[in-house]
């Protein structure tokens, strides 16, 4: 998604000649609406980033040159969007609770069990001690996805039998992180789309 938002915004910079426009903005988002929502980008964020730009288009104007004013008009508006944005491990510290628990969710294909991986890895970097939970109990090869991760960069990964209940695998990979002394408990879940009503129910149950 990141890659392909880059070079929707490369676009913008190679389209701009001259002094930036309201028109130059205004004919970028709607040229490339579609392209953005296929990069997941809701519509909500999409009227945020383009009001934003619309709305210090002027300040911007008579600066040069105008591939550098556009990225620094970008960058600050993209970085409003998190204000208070925290790192993992800033956030654990903060919270005061061991284990922590994070929950990774999505649609199917978008990299969650990946993104577990790295983000464990990241974390044992720092000197937290993550536990891996493959709570992807239903698609075929997920459980040992998550276990070859783990083999790689040397963390533990919590499973049980595909077709286990995903809630009550979580809540047993999270009584085990707390007997063995684990900080942070990673939850890979299944892909699940907002039409799939017992999915959803069943992620009610996870999260609770």
């Known amino acids: 998604m990141f ?6 915004f490369s676009d913008l910079v ?8 309201e028109s130059d903005i205004e004919r970028f ?7 953005f929502i296929e990069a997941d980008v809701s519509f909500e964020v999409l009227d945020y980033l383009k009001n934003e730009l619309l709305g210090r288009v002027n300040e911007y104007r008579t600066k040069s ?9 970008l960058a600050e508006v993209i970085s409003g969007i998190f204000p208070q944005s925290q790192t993992l491990p800033e956030i654990y510290a903060a919270s005061g609770k061991k284990p922590f628990t994070v929950v990774f969710l999505g649609i199917n294909g978008t990299g969650k069990t990946t993104t577990v991986a790295k983000v464990a890895f ?3 970097n720092t000197g937290i001690r993550p536990l891996m939970v493959a709570a992807d109990t239903f698609r ?14 040397g963390v533990e990964v919590y499973y049980r039998s595909y077709g286990f209940d995903p809630a009550a695998l979580s809540r047993d990979a999270f009584e ?9 408990v990673l939850i890979d879940t299944a892909g699940r789309m907002q039409t799939n009503e017992s999915l959803l ?6 999260v609770s």
């Open 140 to 153: 075929t090869g997920a459980i040992e996805q998550l276990q070859e991760h783990g083999r790689k960069i």
């Open 176 to 184: 085990y992180a707390r007997s063995n002394g684990y900080d942070v």
């Open 65 to 73: 040159p105008k591939d550098e004013t556009i990225k620094q008009l």
């Open 201 to 206: 129910n069943e992620l009610m149950k996870l």
């Open 122 to 124: 990241n974390l044992k």
């Open 3 to 8: 890659s392909r938002l880059k070079r929707l």
């Open 29 to 35: 988002f709607k040229d490339r609406e579609i392209e």
């Open 14 to 21: 190679s389209a701009v000649t001259g002094k930036i426009s």
